[in-house]
């Protein structure tokens, strides 16, 4: 029990820690990021596609009618704004399939037929989507009806011969036969052109017309830029010759022929693809952007080591010299003098050395202590008192000799950096001046 207690307690610890780490996450990249709302986004076309299923409306019918189940179609759309208010649409779509017609008659023995049609339909059409009543235009469900105008290309055939040579005889019993009376069943098999049979009897067959299309759905948003388009289309043509069954053909029904012209409706579902408009939300990365007292400069690396110099301790690197994070050159002995300038890689630990990294001998470090030319304290005390009494403002000239060959630049002049380097060589053992010399070359910076 204590073992699940603690495994319960371990979970709920590492959930609140995700959160905490999320939120903060979170809270940065608030900081970092501003999402600016576009007042007039730019809207570019709308790729829409998708496939339905097809059902003729004619002379020739399929004895079963459901609106789900006939021949398979493709549907292509390219959709723009019409307007400002965005509340209507036009749209360019292709549809690609195919028509057919499948029926029986045991009554009248000559309506017992059929035919299939590849179609290609271009069209145009005006779409409302209701936005005069839709306050949110983000809104998951949106209907939608359209009205417009297409032409049609139809190529019918029908399935008249069974393996292409022996022709069915229906009979009234619901059984088909051939001419020997021998049983036979449809093959399905749609071979003879119904175009060719017309123009044979002297009929003029066009095999394409204009229709006029009413469309209506709903649409399901997805995202910003994808939707799902549920809908269904009625197709109202200006032919009755498409199931090769008309009042004009040598193929009529009697008093059951239909006088008006073939339709066809298509039930289907798209998707649609906003790829190329501009988004709503513009997400801004701020950075320093906002920062308008920033100082650049600190994000340089002028001696290109890799550390800015916001964080390098150790300016002025040569290039090529592998540094640590503090942009320091690596010293694995401790000594004071860099890898790169060492010449005794391990020297022993509490061991004065040289500029280049050597332990010093005794009698060097003896010599050291004398320093013949020092400038006496006396000397250099009374002279900065005598020129700050007068009201004087010190030059580098008036200095003893000394400290002349500090003024790099020779301005005459002793800059920040000037003495910032002197100190440094005072630390390195490059320097020939003692400690009390450097607080005096201080306290000349400040009085210069």
């Known amino acids: 029990m204590i073992k699940k207690l603690t495994y319960l307690f371990g979970v709920c610890l590492a959930f609140l820690t995700s959160l905490s780490v999320y939120s903060q996450e979170e809270e940065y990249d608030s900081l970092l990021m501003k999402k600016i709302v576009v007042e007039n986004p730019v809207y570019k076309p709308v790729i829409g596609f998708g496939a339905g299923i097809t059902n003729f409306d004619g002379d020739v019918m399929n004895s079963n009618f459901n609106p789900m189940v006939g021949t398979y179609a493709f549907k292509l759309t390219v959709s723009t704004f019409l307007g400002k208010a965005h509340n209507f649409v036009g749209n360019f779509h292709l549809i690609y399939g195919a028509l057919s017609g499948n029926q029986t008659d045991l009554k009248d023995l000559n309506n017992n037929l059929n035919f299939q049609s590849d179609i290609k339909v271009f069209g145009l059409n005006a779409e409302y989507n209701f936005g005069h009543f839709f306050s949110k235009p983000e809104g998951i469900i949106r209907p939608f009806i359209s009205v417009g105008l297409e032409n049609i290309t139809f190529s019918s055939k029908g399935d008249l011969f069974f393996r292409d040579t022996i022709p069915y005889s229906y009979r009234a019993d619901g059984t088909i ?16 052109d119904l175009r060719e049979m017309e123009r044979e009897r002297g009929n003029d067959y066009r095999d394409n017309t204009f229709a006029v299309p009413v469309d209506l759905g709903v649409d399901f948003r997805v995202s910003d830029r994808v939707k799902m388009r549920l809908g269904y289309s009625l197709h109202m043509t200006f032919t009755d010759a498409i199931d090769n069954v008309s009042m004009k053909s040598g193929q009529t029904l009697a008093e059951d022929n239909n006088a008006q012209n073939d339709r066809f409706s298509f039930a289907y579902l798209t998707m649609h693809l906003d790829l190329f408009s501009q988004p709503k939300v513009i997400t801004e990365e701020l950075k320093f952007a906002e920062l308008d007292d920033f100082d650049y400069s600190l994000l340089e690396d002028e001696d290109g ?32 003098v860099p890898n790169y ?18 332990e010093m001998s005794d009698e060097e470090l003896m010599a050291m202590v ?79």
């Open 341 to 358: 300038m060492d010449k005794q890689k391990d020297t022993p630990s509490g061991a004065f050395v040289n500029d280049d990294g050597v």
């Open 305 to 336: 080591d890799g550390v800015f110099d916001l964080a390098d301790e150790c300016l002025g690197t040569p290039p090529g010299v592998e540094v640590d994070t503090l942009g320091c050159p690596y010293d694995d002995d401790n000594d004071g």
């Open 370 to 448: 004398n320093f013949p030319d020092a400038v006496p304290r006396s000397q250099l005390a009374l002279y900065l008192e005598e020129t700050m009494a007068a009201g004087k403002r010190m030059k580098l000239a008036d200095m003893p000799e000394k400290f002349h060959k500090l003024d790099l630049d020779g301005d005459s002049y002793l800059s920040f950096d000037e003495m910032l380097k002197a100190i440094d060589d005072f630390f390195d053992y490059r320097s020939d001046l003692v400690t009390g010399e450097i607080y005096r070359l201080i306290s000349f910076f400040f009085a210069q």
């Open 177 to 192: 036969r051939d001419p020997d009376g021998k049983s036979i069943s449809r093959d399905w098999i749609y071979e003879t």
